[in-house]
């Protein structure tokens, strides 16, 4: 579904990604770990095309993305969870939904009742503004936003950030319903317990180098690797 090969991405004169390679197969969650400041977003915003990279290949669906418009590869199938939710705040749930839906017609799509029977939160909230509602019902509103567009891959970063416990469960509970319906999701992540639990497979990521990668039990049960690479002790 994605592969990235020896990718390289600079802000500026800052080299960010110094040839990162990993990949999501077809129906898979895969969670990229790291502290901050690591280079996670930037493998999300050089997949999406917002901060393209200088060298090296993005392959969707076999075919090399690495340089393209943003839009262009949305329009691909790539739906985006962004860092920080971003709804629209003076639009309803309702207008932020429809205003992001694609490719409605197909067989199985993402359409406004299906977003509603997996977030009936939403669909109580339908006519309030995105600035009424709570933290987690945003998270929940950017997640079904970007459903709305009937993507085949989902890039999630951070969807964990600044909830509730409760909330995380619930976004984590979401993330599994996804994947049971053969989501591919790339999932960047700073709540260990929580990719772990979801995820087939994990790599993490530290100054821009992929550092380890594994399954999830096997990180779950190395304590050197999540000491040195993610500060994570017991």
Known sequence: MLNLADVHTYYGGSYVLQGISLEVKEGSVVALLGRNGMGKTTTIRSI???????????????????????????????????QGRHIFPSLSVEENLTMAARGGGKTGAWTLDRVYSLFPILKERAKYKGNLLSGGEQQMLTIARALMTNPDLLLMDEPS???????????????AQLKES?????????????????????????????????????????????????????
Do not use: C, W
Not at 48 to 70: E, N
Not at 161 to 175: D, R, T
Not at 184 to 209: C, F, H, R, T, W
């Open 48 to 82: 999406i095309g917002f901060t393209p990279p200088r060298r090296g290949v993005i392959r969707f669906k076999g075919k090399d993305i690495a340089g393209l418009q943003p839009h262009r590869i949305a329009q691909m199938g790539i739906g985006l969870v962004p």
């Open 161 to 175: 950030e600044g909830l509730a416990p409760i909330i995380v469960q619930e976004v984590s509970h979401i993330i």
């Open 182 to 234: 053969g989501f591919s999701i790339l999932l960047v992540e700073q709540n260990l317990p929580m990719a772990l639990g979801v995820a087939d497979y994990v790599y993490v990521i530290s100054k821009g180098v992929i550092v380890y990668q594994s399954t999830p039990e096997e990180l779950r049960g190395n304590e050197e690797a999540k000491a040195k690479h993610l500060g994570v002790t017991g």
